[in-house]
Structure formats: C-alpha cells, structure tokens
C-alpha cells in the first residue's frame, strides 16, 4: 500500500484521489474510479458521498448538516464507537465521528477501485478506557466497502460497542420495504427498549422507526422503488442492525436535519449493540465489515 508521504503525486491509476477543503475548510479526500465516486472527510472518517457512475447518490446527507468541530456530520456513514446511543454526561454515540482521522494510506487495486485506510489519534475521551488502537478502511468500487479494525492493546478486556450508521438515500420512505430480519427481536427504542419481535413480512415506515435487532447476521436489503433500485448491505463482525427513521416529531426536534427530509433517507446500521457488544482480549482484534452494493429493481 502506498503511504500519503512516499507519493508527490495521486497514483498513476484509472481514477483519482484528491484532497481539498470540504465545507468549513474541513480536510476531505475525493476518490473517482471508472466504476464510482466517493467522498470521505477527515472529521470522523465519515465517507458522506458515494455513487455508482450511471446511479443516483447512495448516501443522504442533510442539508442542515453541521461540519463543525465536535460535532457530528448529519448524513454519509457516520462511525459509532466505543458506545451506541447516550452515556451520562458523555456524547451520544461515543467520540469516534466527532474527531479528525488520519489517512495513513491509500492503494488503486488492479480493477480500478481504492481503498483508503484511515486511524483514530489519541484523544482525551479514550484515556479511561483499555489502550486501543481503530483502524477503517473505506473501498470505493461497485460497490462500497466499510472495515473498522479494533485492536486491545491493553492488558486488560476492552468491551465496545460499535456501528457503522449509513444515512441511505431514499425515493420516498414510505414506500421502500426492508428485508432480512423477519422473525428478529429487537429492542424497541420508541417504547423505553422493550424486547419485541418482528414479523415475517418486510418492514415498512409509517411512523417513527427506531430498532436494534439483536443476534443477526443476516444481510438486510432495502427496495426502493421510487428510485428504482435495491440496496443490499451485507456485513461481518456484526450481531446486531439498526433501522431508524426519525419520522415527523424527531425531524422538528433535530436542529440538524430539515423538517421534512424523513422522507428521503432511511438508516440500516450494522454493528454490535446492547447485549451484543464486544468484549475484546488483550491483544486480541475485532474487526466490523459492511458490503453496500446496490442492483435495479425489476
Ligand atoms: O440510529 C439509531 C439512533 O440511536 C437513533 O436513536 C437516533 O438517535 C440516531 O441514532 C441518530 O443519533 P444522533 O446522535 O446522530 O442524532
């Protein structure tokens, strides 16, 4: 793989990699390959663009969005770590998409795709837990590859939890269909995570979804038929998905996120939550995959 500092300039390969200045001089890296594009800014390593040449964007990103220091980026596929959801006086979902990664390297691989490695700094958030070291790796071909290495690089155990949160940009929310966890229990987050059980049939938005499946590795796949197309999102490492859609009341409550943009994203996350966290070794690494591929629907 090749290091930022060896290359005086982007890699001789199909496409490009380009750094520049995102919205509010943030550092961001833009990739372009024959097959898609993407971009990913250092502030969380959060890829907020990604599509397929020939395909619409994947990814929602708002237009409210804030890109400011310590705070997150509403949209793209913002990473949750070390914890899921809210801590006692600490940030909502953890500290890892609130601080600027480093790109340590990145590498054309002979189909014409790239893949870029990105590592979390110490930060101070981290000095009470196990020494860590977090690794992601976005690959950026037909389809779009997440990777977020672990590694416990204390002597004691490090528990986690993790998930990579796709905004996913949608037609019209009310008329996609999720499957793939028929039959899962999930702790309802509407209703103070009370333990239910899905149904056989697909899922369907009509009102404020938000759920955390529980002891699933099943790939989950969205149809999208206002677009025209299914996404299919397949992971590794990851016994739990969420799917969330904030629905009327949440998106008047997110200063964030415009009143009626519920309608155009839906979030299918993958990750190891709740009773699934991650209990890692010394020594020991975890590793969290996402494939998002994404096909016409007949
Ligand atoms: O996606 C599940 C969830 O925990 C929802 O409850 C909602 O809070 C969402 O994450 C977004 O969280 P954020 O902190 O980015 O507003």
């Not at 009470?128 to 690959?139: G, K, M, R």
């Not at 899905?198 to 969205?222: F, K, Q």
């Not at 397949?234 to 964030?256: H, I, L, R, Y």
């Amino acid at each position: 793989m090749a290091t930022i500092g060896s290359l005086p300039t982007p890699p001789r390969a199909p496409g490009r990699v380009v750094f520049l200045d995102g919205q509010n001089e943030m550092g961001m890296v833009e990739v372009s390959t024959e097959m898609s594009t993407a971009a990913i800014y250092l502030h969380g390593a959060q890829v907020t663009h990604f599509q397929k040449r020939g395909e619409l964007p994947l990814l929602f990103m708002s237009q409210c969005s804030r890109f400011s220091e310590g705070q997150p980026i509403r949209g793209g596929v913002p990473i949750i770590f070390p914890w899921f959801g809210a801590r006692e006086g600490l940030g909502q979902h953890g500290f890892a998409r609130i601080h600027e990664w480093e790109i340590k390297e990145f590498a054309p691989a002979p189909d014409g795709s790239f893949s870029l490695r990105f590592c979390l700094p110490e930060c101070p958030e981290a000095s009470t837990l196990p020494a860590f070291t977090a690794d992601y790796t976005v690959s950026v071909s037909d389809y779009l590859g997440l990777r977020l290495t672990i590694t416990n690089r204390s002597d004691t155990v490090f528990n986690f939890e993790d998930c990579l949160h796709p905004y996913f940009a949608v037609g019209d929310v009310t008329a996609v269909s999720i499957s793939g966890l028929a039959r899962r229990t999930y702790l309802d987050q509407t209703a103070k995570f009370a333990l239910r059980t899905e149904g056989a049939l697909p899922i369907r938005i009509a009102s404020e979804v938000d759920r955390i499946y529980l002891n699933t590795t099943d790939p989950v796949e969205i149809a999208d038929p206002r677009l025209g197309r299914k996404i299919l999102i397949e992971k590794e490492g990851s016994a739990s998905t969420v799917v969330w859609n904030p629905w009327v009341a949440k998106s008047q409550q997110m200063p964030d996120f415009a009143n009626d943009e519920y309608s155009r994203m839906v979030c299918v996350e993958s990750g190891n939550v709740a009773p699934n966290e991650v209990a890692l070794s010394p020594g020991e690494t975890h590793t969290l995959a996402v494939r998002i591929s994404t096909q016409t629907l007949a």
